[in-house]
T-cell receptor, first 111, second 116 residues
């Protein structure tokens, strides 16, 4: 059973479109991170959110942590081909220091 | 220096070979990790080292043997692997084990391992 479920699993969109990726759990997390991974490379940290209801913006990317700290979303505005990659959410719980990765969302932005 | 460096980038080994994967960071991070990632799957935790001591072994088979010679280096010794062990092996580090979740992990580019 995957503790962190991401949806959609795969998304193919045209350049310029907007999209939202969801990361959901029935468990509470003390913090949640988003990573992007390109083929043949390691994941790169995009953002960490720690407060319920927190919203962080990184250029065209907007990250939100749910009020109950059980879910998060990543919204990309005006997607570009350079946004193509595997997006991973990862959560840390107070009871365990282990970082738990979500199932991943593979994004393809077509020129 | 804000990187985690992994060598080699690619490795092909036979089932009777012994090889080692190396990981190095000079960010002063005191927690280092080995992850295994199969194609189209998220990374799976294998080992955690905190202050050069093994803190977590996620029931990894003994054919994988981690070693932390000092606070900047992490090795993964491989022996008698199986073809199903073929994967991308990722090393990561964080400031320390307890706050890694809040401060984020820095990952290396990985070693693509193929067992033949």
């Amino acid at each position: 059973t995957q503790l962190l479920e991401q949806s959609p699993q795969f998304l193919s969109i045209q350049e310029g479109e907007n999209l939202t990726v969801y990361c959901n759990s029935s468990s509470v997390f003390s913090s949640l991170q988003w990573y992007r991974q390109e083929p043949g490379e390691g994941p790169v940290l995009l953002v960490t959110v720690v407060t319920g209801g927190e919203v962080k913006k990184l250029k065209r990317l907007t990250f939100q942590f749910g009020d109950a700290r059980k879910d998060s979303s990543l919204h990309i505005t005006a997607a570009q081909p350079g946004d193509t990659g595997l997006y991973l959410c990862a959560g840390a719980q107070d009871s365990s220091y282990k970082l738990i990765f979500g199932s991943g969302t593979r994004l393809l932005v077509r020129p | 220096d804000t990187e985690v460096t992994q060598t080699p980038k690619h490795l092909v080994m036979g089932m009777t070979n012994k090889k080692s994967l190396k990981c190095e960071q000079h960010m002063g991070h005191r927690a280092m990790y080995w992850y295994k990632q199969k194609a189209k799957k998220p990374p799976e935790l294998m080992f955690v080292y905190s202050y050069e001591k093994l803190s977590i072994n996620e029931s990894v088979p003994s054919r994988f043997s981690p070693e932390c010679p000092n606070s900047s280096l992490l090795n993964l010794h491989l022996h008698a692997l199986q073809p199903e062990d073929s994967a991308l092996y990722l090393c990561a580090s964080s400031q320390d084990w307890g706050t890694g979740g809040a401060n984020g992990y820095t990952f290396g580019s990985g070693t693509r391992l193929t067992v033949v």
